[in-house]
């Protein structure tokens, strides 16, 4: 990372302050402004969604939130004991720009950072256990795989800095009508090129042995996406890059964000399914004729529905996660497009670690690995197994070591049975487990990714998660179509899928 990328960066997060109100600043050019929109979702997408909302248009529009469950979707927290522990998205990148912005407007602090160590488990023994120096690390990692480490290293940095131009086009108000464009204006025919092959394809291209890749990058994958180096390049670089350092996460709990985001938005909490969306035709004031969107949904009072000038939905529309109907639409809109989503368990055990199943010797009282990762291997049932700290570190605390009773979370594709606890653990008095369909199954060829623009009016956040799962791609997603939405509002063609950024920008300022 050279000190001209380090500034541009810099130039992109101090940006990010001063685009708030882009939209409104010509205001008197521009249309009537809608008066009611529907966000459905309150997770980070759709709270995301709400946020840009308000600031592209103002504060006479009225803004409901739909949802069933609890503020956050998969950004979800469990209490053991006195503390709260994450079971949902856990960890931010130090380069996204949204996720900061988000809690510098909010004032909410970062979590403490606790130092951690990682050690990587075939299912039989630890074939690596990370040090306290870094200089012993180095040289492991050097002798068994050369300066693959590092060179994955500056791979997955060039496909950042090719990544960190989003910030930049939606700094001057640009939006992108599918993923693909959005995609392309980032990182051009290399981006398609990356949603188009496995990560496994792209890394061998690149010259990283297949002993690498089945030893460092699979673990990472299984750890991140739950899934193997067969996900497509684009998401794969994306977990890879959720291994680099200054990774943090939110004091309180990430979900802390979503609903810091809804109250700011000024936005009304609906706590309804919602079950149907069709197109209404309505006379206007002018004689003439206008179309609204009515939003039907359940809720604890019973059925009732509405009418928005603009609808986002912010749920993935794939089997088991949603079932809206769509009716009165040409063409018609699906229900679940195609693709589904896979499942991670995240099993929480407060209890004391087996270290026989590590298949080590090393005494318990001396092992303070925090996160151990797994490779792809058929003789281990997890895809990772890490020493879980509370939400909100107090002062003076000291993560214990695995000779102590403490909280782990065990990453699986299905159920843990109590042989597999057992195996796992000496003992326990509390386990809680959650099944995520956490994201997308990854399976390039990238083909049929759902649209952003569903109708008119209507739009789609999370067709995002096909190119990548993560709460920046959402805050990016939620960015795009508040934008789109505006543009498209106000007939701003001008600013909908259009690149070469630097040209513009000349000819504007």
Known sequence: MNPQTLSLRAVLFLGLFHTGRRSLASAPELLEQPKKIAVVGAGISGTAAAFYLRQEFGPGVKIDVFEPGTVGGRLATVKIGDDE??????????????????IEKLGIPPRKDVPSKMA??????????????????????????????????????????????????????????????????????????????????????????????????????????GQSVRIHGFVGAVSLAGADSGLWAVDGGNKRVCSGLLYNSKSELIPAAVTSISVKVRPSKTGTTASFYEVNYVGESGAAHSLYDIVIIATPLHQGKSDITFSGFSPPIPSH?????????ATLVHGLLNMSYLGTTEPASKFTVSDILTTDSKGCAIKSLGSLDPVHIPEGYKRPPASETKVWKVFSQQLLSQEQLKDMF????????????????????????????????????????????????????????????????HQQVNKIDQEDLHTRLRGEL
């Open 85 to 102: 522990y994450e079971t949902g998205g856990s960890v931010i990148h130090p380069l996204n720009l949204h996720m900061k912005q988000f």
């Open 120 to 225: 990587i488990f075939d299912g039989k023994e630890l074939m690596f256990e990370e040090s306290d120096w870094f200089i012993v690390n180095f040289l492991r990692m050097l002798w068994r795989y050369g300066f693959s480490f590092l060179r994955m290293h500056m791979w997955v940095e060039s496909i950042l800095d090719k990544f960190m131009r989003i910030y930049q086009y939606q700094q001057y108000g640009y939006s992108f009508s599918t993923v693909d464009k959005l995609l392309h204006a980032m990182g051009g025919d290399s981006f398609l090129t990356l949603v188009n092959q496995t990560l496994e394809e792209t890394m061998i291209g690149e010259g990283f042995s297949q002993t690498f890749i089945n030893d460092i990058v699979a673990p990472i994958t299984r750890v991140n996406y």
């Open 337 to 345: 497009f195609p693709g589904r989503y896979h499942q991670t368990v």
């Open 426 to 489: 000496l003992s326990w008095d509390l386990v809680s487990e959650t099944p995520w369909l956490a994201y997308p199954s990854y399976h390039p060829p990238h083909r049929n990714t759902p649209p952003f623009i569903l109708h008119s009016r209507l739009y789609y956040l999370n067709a995002v998660e096909w190119a990548a799962s993560a709460m920046e791609m959402s805050a990016i997603s939620a960015r795009n179509v508040a934008l789109l939405a505006h543009h498209r509002w």
